[in-house]
């Protein structure tokens, strides 16, 4: 069975730095497309955060880019998003997804509902100022 499992989120003041794993199992990692996404609390909508191609091809959103860094270790079936210069508008559960795909069907404050893939649970990220 696909397995996806976070780890790594925690509490930290503004300016800190934390990294995220996702450790993956159950699918050919060294060929699948590698992405974390965040859901904000409340009912902010899904976003998207950084993914990484079997290539190693890397794409972010502008909010993080140059602040956050993705890699992944195909040996060890891990992704990581180093994440730098947290911001309070960071907060958020962050979520592993392998081969997601957005169905073009609008937004919604959960990303399952409008991406298709595997999906982790989640790991929290809580920055305050």
């Known amino acids: 069975a696909v397995q996806l499992v976070e780890s790594g989120g925690d509490s930290v003041q503004a300016g800190g730095s934390l990294k995220l794993s996702c450790s993956a199992s159950?699918?050919?990692?060294?060929?699948?497309?590698m992405g974390w996404y965040r859901q904000p609390e409340g009912n902010d909508d899904c976003e998207f955060v950084s993914?990484?191609?079997?290539?190693?091809?890397?794409f972010y959103a502008d909010s993080v880019k140059g602040r956050f860094t993705i890699s992944r270790d195909n040996a060890k079936g891990t992704v990581y998003l180093q994440m730098d210069n947290l911001k309070s508008e960071d907060t958020a559960l962050y979520l592993c997804?392998?081969?997601?795909?957005?169905?073009?069907?609008?937004?919604?404050?959960?990303?399952?509902?409008?991406?298709?893939?595997?999906w982790g649970q989640g790991t929290q990220v809580t920055v305050s100022s």
């Open positions: 997804a392998a081969n997601a795909r957005y169905y073009g069907m609008g937004s919604s404050p959960s990303c399952r509902v409008i991406y298709s893939g595997n």
């Open positions: 993914t990484i191609h079997a290539d190693g091809t890397t």
């Open positions: 159950g699918f050919p990692f060294d060929g699948s497309t």
